[in-house]
């Protein structure tokens, strides 16, 4: 599998503020960018997908900035709460919905 | 949403025992379910890629007679872990495959004594 790289592996944050999480890939093929949202013992969901045809995408309180040339990606959380402390993973695929290929994670913390 | 479950939750096996684990897509058919394993604190990593009705895609450095999969349905996959020991507790996760997303299951904690 090719690597996806994910920083940092653990994060902190006051209640409020925007963590973001950094992902850098290596191949070119990847063509689909999902983030998941995974909390102790459950398994990972999905919060926000990009394709590198687009540079920015927002669901909500989340964004996903997308920067092609640089082959990286991020994940920006506005007004973080408490709520949104759970590990974080970035992903990679070539054709939407086939094998992903998963950075390390980052372990986020949102303090009250 | 797509729902996708995993039977048990939690099992925990005596040594050299096999232990099946479920993975069922309730609202919607799914021809590709994947298999993932993770160790605590770390990522997921691909063991398997199982399409229904043809035999499984193993990863590099994953044992298919270890780990049987069977995909005979479309909204069902199992992983048989086989003559288990206590290097194969993880938690093991499945996901099935809707258009162009994975949705995953809530994972089985697996733990071999």
Not at chain 1, 39 to 60: C, M, N, Q, T
Not at chain 2, 27 to 44: E, G, H, I, N
Not at chain 2, 64 to 86: E, G, M, R, Y
Request: overall charge positive; some cysteine; charged content about 20%.
């Amino acid at each position: 599998q090719q690597q996806v790289k994910q920083s940092p592996q653990s994060l902190i944050v006051q209640k409020g503020g925007i963590p973001i999480i950094n992902c850098a890939y290596e191949n070119t093929a990847f063509d689909y960018f999902p983030w998941y949202q995974q909390f102790p013992g459950k398994g990972p969901a999905l919060l926000i997908a990009i394709r590198p045809d687009v540079s920015e995408k927002k669901e909500g309180r989340f964004t996903i900035s997308f920067n092609k040339s640089a082959k990286q990606f991020s994940l920006h959380i506005m007004d973080s709460q408490p709520g949104d402390s759970a590990t974080y993973f970035c992903a990679a695929s070539y054709n939407a919905g086939n094998m992903l290929t998963f950075g390390g994670g980052t372990r986020l913390m949102v303090k009250p | 949403g797509a729902v996708v479950s995993q039977h048990p939750s939690r099992v925990i096996c005596k040594s050299g025992t096999s232990v099946k684990i479920e993975c069922r897509s309730l609202d919607f058919q799914a021809t590709t379910m994947f298999w993932y394993r993770q160790f605590p604190k770390q990522s997921l990593m691909l063991m398997a890629t199982s399409n229904e009705g043809s035999k499984a895609t193993y990863e590099q450095g994953v044992e298919k007679d270890k780990f049987l999969i069977n995909h005979a349905s479309l909204t069902l996959s199992t992983l048989t872990v086989t003559s288990a020991h206590p290097e194969d507790s993880s938690f093991y996760i499945c996901s099935a495959r809707r258009e162009d997303t994975q949705y995953f299951g809530p994972g089985t904690r697996l733990t071999v004594l």
